[in-house]
Each structure stands twice: as structure tokens, then as C-alpha cells.
């Protein structure tokens, strides 16, 4: 069983940074890829970002791209997410889910419990 705690959420205004971080805990993550999905009120949960084991691939969702950037620290059992320029449509719920297969899957093996993003204009 993996746990995953997602952080660094809040509130901020369009153009702003966020870092968001996933820790893990009751395995190494280094067996999984890992990966960031977002759900805005009302719509499906989507893929935004997802990194291999190595995080020597990743791959990011079109309308983040040159934006975001995941990352990963195997040794501190911790992904990342950057968020550069951020747009109210960034406002959503982000997810960190782990899986066994890369790319990430939208079903993943395994989820965090979400952390807020709001984005005000």
C-alpha cells in the first residue's frame, strides 16, 4: 500500500506560482510512476502531468505545457509540481496518484486525498 499526501495548495492570482508537493509513505515510490490530475467543479478528473520511475519521461497535459513542471525525488519519496503563470481555468482540485504503469493511468493504484487550487483573475 502506497499513502499519498498531497500540499501546497491555496489561493493565489493568475500569473502567480505554486509548488505543489505529493509525499509518500508505506512504500518507495521509486517503483511507480507517478502522476497529477486536476477536477474542476463539475468536470472529469483529467491528467495533468506524469513522470516515469526514473522521472526520465514526463509528459504534461496541452494546455499546461511550458507552465507546469512535475518532478520527482525518490530519495525523499516526493513528486512535485510546479506551477508557473497560473490561470483561473487552473482552478481545481489536484490529485497525486501512483501507478505501476507509465504513462499514469486514470485509474490509477493509488490516490492522495486532493489539494485545493483557486486562481483568482
Known amino acids: 500500500q502506497v499513502q499519498l499526501v498531497e500540499s501546497g495548495g491555496g489561493l493565489v492570482q493568475a500569473g502567480d506560482s505554486l509548488r505543489l508537493s505529493c509525499a509518500a509513505s508505506g512504500r518507495t515510490i521509486s517503483t511507480y510512476a507517478m502522476g497529477w490530475f486536476r477536477q474542476a467543479p463539475g468536470k472529469e478528473r483529467d491528467i495533468v502531468a506524469g513522470?516515469?520511475?526514473?522521472?526520465?519521461?514526463?509528459d504534461y497535459a496541452d494546455s499546461v505545457k511550458g507552465r507546469f513542471t512535475i518532478s520527482r525525488d525518490n530519495a525523499k519519496n516526493t513528486v512535485y509540481l510546479q506551477m508557473n503563470s497560473l490561470k483561473p481555468e487552473d482552478t481545481a482540485v489536484y490529485y497525486c496518484a501512483a501507478d505501476v504503469i507509465y504513462p499514469v493511468r486514470a485509474m490509477a493504484d493509488y490516490w492522495g486525498q486532493g489539494t485545493q487550487v483557486t486562481v483568482s483573475s
Open positions: 513522470i516515469s520511475w526514473s522521472g526520465g519521461s514526463t
